[in-house]
């Protein structure tokens, strides 16, 4: 059962990202705000949630919440600066698009760089714990599958619409027979010795 919220006294914005261990395309992020008797009984975290599920949420989410933003985080920044400065990144600029600002900020998993002068608790799996972050964990996973949806008419040699980008068996057996595209994280050493670029 997920928790309505962490105290009752701040306006909370949940915050997750989607995205962060694939192999290919941005990582995307989320924080959503939502009212105190927000309730949906398929929520949870996105990882337990199926896929034709997660898009009832995700226009539930969209028609009841507060306040809620999308952000991302391409594939060439994911290699400049790192994927978990690029997750982070992709939080903030969330967080900034809110239209309200909120007071504390439910950050999923167990580290994040401060917003601003927000003050921020770190949750470990608290998009399965707290109904704002399992509502960011939502957005932020469906609005990256649709993005990954229109890389795969691209580049539908590598099965994104099915793997999403993730080092599936068939992905890295595509990697090794086609090299990789531009939408790849070079950084992440896919490939033991460059293959041709796409």
Not at 23 to 43: C, D, E, Q, R, S
Not at 133 to 152: G, N, P, V, W
């Amino acid at each position: 059962m997920l928790q309505s919220f962490f105290q009752k006294k701040l306006i909370e914005a949940g915050c997750d990202e989607a995205g962060r261990g694939c192999y290919a395309g941005p990582v995307f992020a989320a924080a959503v705000i939502l009212p105190k008797n927000f309730f949906h009984p398929l929520l949870n975290d996105s990882k337990q949630v199926k896929e034709s599920q997660r898009v009832i949420l995700k226009n539930y989410i969209e028609q009841h919440a507060l306040a809620f933003a999308v952000a991302k985080v391409d594939n060439d920044e994911i290699d400049q600066i790192n994927i978990l400065k690029a997750s982070f990144k992709a939080m903030h600029i969330a967080i900034e698009q809110l239209k309200i600002q909120p007071q504390l900020l439910l950050i999923d998993g167990n580290r994040f760089v401060a917003y601003k002068n927000i003050p921020h608790q770190c949750i470990i799996k608290g998009d399965g714990k707290f109904a704002s972050i399992a509502a960011a964990s939502i957005l932020a996973k469906t609005y990256r599958d649709e993005y990954i949806q229109k890389l795969h008419e691209e580049y539908p040699v590598y099965a994104w619409s099915k793997n999403k980008g993730y080092g599936t068996l068939s992905h890295r057996n595509a990697i090794e027979k086609y090299g990789l595209s531009k939408y790849h994280r070079k950084s992440f050493n896919i490939i033991p010795t460059q293959i041709k670029l796409l």
